[in-house]
C-alpha cells in the first residue's frame, strides 16, 4: 500500500468517526472520549469513540467506514463485519482500562459497532448502529 493510498484510508476513517460522533449525538448520547488509547505501555490498540447513554451505560464504539462509487444501492457493503474477534477481545481489555481508569467499574457497558458508508454515486451517508456486538 502506498503511503498516499494508506494516507486516503486515514481520512476516510477520520470523516467516518466524525458522522459517527455527530450521529450518537443526535440520538442522545454524550461523547467521553474519541480515539481512546493505552498510554501506559499496553499494545492493544485503540477505541474509536466511548460515548454514554441516557441511562448512564457507558458505551465502547467501533467504526467501519467504507466507500461505495459503484452503484446507488449500500446493501453490498457491511462495514462492521470487518469488526472480528481479536478487535472485539481488545476493545474489553481497552474498556476495562477505560473503566478503571475512572473508577467506573460498576458501570453497565457494552460494545456498540457503527458502519459508515459514504456513497459517491447518490451522494449519501448510510449509517448503521449496531448494538452489543460480541464474540
Given amino acids: 500500500m502506498s503511503i498516499e493510498e494508506r494516507q486516503e484510508r486515514l ?3 477520520n470523516k467516518g468517526e466524525k ?3 455527530n450521529y450518537l449525538l443526535a440520538q442522545g448520547y ?3 472520549e474519541a480515539n481512546y488509547f493505552n498510554d501506559k505501555g499496553y499494545q492493544w490498540g485503540e477505541i474509536d469513540l466511548i460515548v454514554k447513554n441516557k441511562q448512564g ?3 465502547f464504539v467501533e467504526v467501519k467506514t467504507r466507500k461505495n ?3 446507488e444501492n449500500n446493501d453490498d457493503i457491511v462495514p462492521e463485519e470487518n469488526i472480528g474477534n481479536a478487535k472485539i477481545i481488545k476493545i474489553q481489555k481497552l474498556a476495562w482500562l477505560f473503566l478503571k481508569e475512572n473508577g467506573w467499574e460498576e458501570k453497565k ?8 458508508i459514504f456513497n ?3 451522494r449519501k451517508i448510510s449509517i448503521k448502529h449496531i448494538k ?3 464474540i
Fill in 30 to 32: 454524550k461523547l467521553l
Fill in 69 to 71: 462509487f459503484k452503484t
Fill in 19 to 21: 458522522v459517527a460522533a
Fill in 120 to 122: 459517491y454515486v447518490n
Fill in 57 to 59: 451505560d457507558i458505551i
Fill in 109 to 116: 457497558w457494552r460494545i456498540d459497532a457503527v458502519g459508515v
Fill in 132 to 134: 452489543y456486538i460480541r
Fill in 11 to 13: 481520512n476516510i476513517g
